[in-house]
C-alpha cells in the first residue's frame, strides 16, 4: 500500500470500499461522541457520504446556534483549522459555511482512517 494522496476533490476515489467507509465513519461517530453528539448511519453504503454529509451539516447548523464552543471543541479534536477550512471553501466555492465544515471533518477523519491503515500496513 502506497502513502494515500488524497485531496479535498478526490475524496470519493478513497470512499470506494466498505470497510474504510464504515472505519470513517466510526471515527466521526467517535470525535462527536467525545463531546455528547451523536452521529448516526443508515447502513448504505451506496450513499454514505452524502447521508454524513448531510448529517453533519445538520448538527453544525445546531451547534452554530445552540454551542459554538462545543463546535469549536469538536473541530479541535478533528484536528481543522481556520486555514483548512478556507482552502476547502476555495476548492468548494458552491458550498456554503456549513457545508464546507461538514466536508472538512469527512475529509479529515477519511485521512486519518487511511493513515492509520498505511502505518499499520508497514509495522
Known amino acids: 500500500m502506497n502513502l494515500p494522496n488524497i485531496t479535498h476533490t478526490n475524496v470519493d476515489v478513497f470512499l470506494n470500499r466498505e470497510d474504510i467507509i464504515l472505519d470513517t465513519i466510526a471515527q466521526i461517530m467517535k470525535d462527536f461522541g467525545l ?3 451523536e452521529i ?3 447502513g448504505h453504503i451506496d450513499d454514505a457520504y452524502h447521508e454524513l ?3 453533519l451539516v445538520d448538527q453544525i447548523d445546531s ?3 445552540t454551542n459554538s464552543d462545543l463546535l469549536m ?3 479541535y479534536q478533528v484536528d481543522i483549522s481556520e486555514l483548512d477550512i478556507a482552502r476547502t471553501q476555495a476548492d468548494f466555492p458552491r458550498y456554503n459555511q456549513v457545508e464546507v465544515i461538514a466536508h472538512q471533518i469527512i475529509f479529515r477523519d477519511l ?3 487511511l ?3 498505511y502505518f499499520s500496513s508497514k509495522a
Request: charged share 20%; net charge positive.
Open 35 to 37: 463531546f455528547g453528539v
Open 40 to 42: 448516526h448511519f443508515s
Open 53 to 55: 454529509h448531510q448529517q
Open 63 to 65: 451547534l452554530l446556534i
Open 73 to 75: 471543541s469538536i473541530l
Open 111 to 113: 485521512k486519518k482512517v
Open 115 to 117: 493513515f492509520r491503515r
